[in-house]
């Protein structure tokens, strides 16, 4: 196995990690590798992957549809354990999250792969790579913990590609991160069977999930998955845990953006979750295969967001466009609670309890500002 230092820049910053390049030449093919989990084996040195609902069983020497849980002499392993191709620091309201930490920094990173396939990914060239098609570099679960105090974030964020399919190092850094006092967060895209979910999200502070549509057909045809999976995680998240979390829904004109269908989630979304779940709608770019078509007209989203309003959801907000859709509203007093412009935030006035500090209504979400415990190490 050869190493070489990386450098990357993030922000102005500089962290500089290993990079891991395999030799062909390594004692055996599992060499730095690193066992997976939530799996088991089948005939013909077959492995079964039951992390996620694609149940894909993998032949010797394969790759499940995520590209980084491979077989190899029979046994999985995790291709993407410490071995991130995305590091930076970006603000905790880029993931989008608008009611945790507000105006706080969140050291975040992906690696290859997905167990989705949507048409539309602004991720692509990571999401869809391979791990051997990516430069990626070494950083072990204490690794990720020390950068991340090093930069001085409360918290640190599994991101850009699908967490749930590096699940095993989402675990291990989760660990660490919780006794050095940060916090952690998953942005997801909720593809995950009940038998991964609680070993995974017992260690997840908060999550962002996207559902990315309101129709069996927009998932099957522009996801290549299914719908009601990541309507049982949402369920399971809300009843079943403690963990703090939003929605994202991302509009794509005339794929998923029509009224009646806005209408039906933000129904489920009363029904199945209540009220004071945030829900983010967000502009869509041409991207990947979907470059034909239009970006989100910001009128597409205003709609949305006062249908949602008229239903009775309290906390909706509009992402990726330039507008006031982004404010925390108190939703007793109707005073601006929050103010931001894009992804900066300018005033917070929420109680560290929770309270608007105008009227003293509750506002759901974890609002204690980081602690002395996260400081800089040199």
Same mark, same amino acid.
Not at 248 to 266: F, H, V
């Given at each position: 196995?050869? +190493?070489?230092?990386?450098?990357?820049?993030?922000?102005?910053?500089?962290?500089?990690?290993?990079?891991?390049?395999?030799?062909?030449?390594?004692?055996?093919?599992?060499?730095?590798?690193?066992?997976?989990?939530?799996?088991?084996?089948?005939?013909?040195?077959?492995?079964?992957?039951?992390?996620?609902?694609?149940?894909?069983?993998?032949?010797?020497?394969? +790759? =499940?549809?995520?590209? @980084?849980?491979?077989?190899?002499?029979?046994?999985?392993?995790?291709?993407?354990?410490?071995?991130?191709?995305?590091?930076?620091?970006?603000?905790?309201?880029?993931?989008?999250?608008? *009611?945790?930490?507000?105006?706080?920094?969140?050291?975040?990173? =992906?690696?290859?792969?997905?167990?989705?396939?949507?048409?539309?990914?602004?991720?692509?060239? &990571?999401?869809?790579?391979?791990?051997?098609?990516?430069?990626?570099?070494?950083?072990?679960?204490?690794?990720?913990?020390?950068?991340?105090?090093?930069?001085?974030?409360?918290?640190?964020?599994?991101?850009?590609?699908?967490?749930? &399919?590096?699940?095993?190092?989402?675990?291990?850094?989760?660990?660490?991160?919780?006794?050095?006092?940060?916090?952690?967060?998953?942005?997801?895209?909720?593809?995950?069977?009940?038998?991964?979910?609680?070993?995974?999200?017992? *260690?997840?502070?908060?999550?962002?999930?996207?559902?990315?549509?309101?129709?069996?057909?927009?998932?099957?045809?522009?996801?290549?998955?299914?719908?009601?999976?990541?309507?049982?995680?949402?369920?399971?998240?809300?009843?079943?845990?403690?963990?703090?979390?939003?929605? +994202?829904?991302?509009?794509?004109?005339?794929?998923?953006?029509?009224?009646?269908?806005?209408?039906?989630?933000?129904?489920?979304?009363?029904?199945?979750?209540?009220?004071?779940?945030?829900? *983010?709608?967000?502009?869509?770019?041409?991207?990947?295969?979907?470059?034909?078509?239009?970006?989100?007209?910001?009128?597409?989203?205003?709609?949305?967001?006062?249908?949602?309003?008229?239903?009775?959801?309290?906390?909706?907000?509009?992402?990726?466009?330039?507008?006031?859709?982004?404010? +925390? &509203?108190?939703?007793?007093?109707?005073?601006?609670?929050?103010?931001?412009?894009?992804?900066?935030?300018?005033?917070?006035? &929420?109680?560290?309890?929770?309270?608007?500090?105008?009227?003293?209504? *509750? @506002?759901?979400?974890?609002?204690?500002?980081?602690?002395?415990?996260?400081?800089?190490?040199?």
């Amino acid at each position: 196995m050869r +190493t070489r230092r990386l450098t990357i820049r993030i922000l102005g910053l500089k962290i500089e990690l290993k990079v891991v390049r395999m030799n062909a030449a390594a004692s055996t093919p599992t060499s730095g590798l690193h066992v997976a989990r939530w799996w088991e084996e089948i005939p013909d040195k077959k492995t079964h992957c039951y992390l996620c609902p694609r149940h894909c069983r993998i032949g010797e020497g394969q +790759t =499940g549809f995520c590209f @980084i849980r491979k077989n190899i002499g029979g046994a999985l392993y995790n291709l993407g354990y410490a071995r991130p191709a995305a590091v930076q620091i970006d603000p905790i309201e880029k993931k989008p999250l608008n *009611h945790f930490m507000p105006g706080t920094r969140v050291f975040s990173m =992906g690696t290859a792969g997905c167990n989705m396939g949507c048409f539309f990914c602004q991720n692509w060239d &990571i999401s869809k790579s391979k791990s051997d098609q990516v430069r990626s570099a070494h950083l072990d679960p204490e690794g990720v913990v020390s950068e991340a105090r090093r930069y001085q974030c409360p918290s640190l964020a599994f991101t850009y590609n699908e967490p749930t &399919i590096w699940a095993e190092y989402v675990v291990d850094i989760s660990k660490a991160a919780h006794q050095a006092g940060l916090k952690t967060v998953m942005v997801t895209n909720g593809y995950i069977t009940r038998e991964a979910f609680f070993d995974v999200y017992r *260690h997840i502070d908060a999550a962002n999930v996207d559902l990315k549509a309101f129709t069996e057909k927009f998932y099957a045809r522009t996801t290549l998955t299914h719908l009601q999976p990541v309507l049982d995680t949402l369920k399971w998240l809300r009843h079943e845990t403690s963990v703090w979390f939003e929605l +994202t829904n991302l509009m794509i004109p005339t794929l998923n953006d029509g009224e009646d269908e806005t209408r039906q989630l933000c129904g489920w979304v009363l029904e199945n979750l209540g009220d004071d779940v945030p829900l *983010h709608f967000t502009a869509f770019h041409p991207d990947f295969k979907l470059r034909d078509q239009p970006p989100t007209p910001p009128e597409t989203l205003h709609r949305a967001r006062k249908i949602a309003f008229d239903m009775g959801l309290k906390f909706v907000y509009e992402g990726n466009i330039y507008s006031d859709g982004g404010n +925390t &509203i108190c939703p007793v007093c109707k005073r601006t609670l929050v103010k931001r412009w894009w992804h900066e935030v300018s005033d917070v006035r &929420i109680s560290e309890d929770g309270r608007c500090q105008f009227c003293g209504a *509750h @506002i759901a979400g974890y609002f204690r500002r980081p602690g002395a415990d996260v400081s800089r190490h040199d």
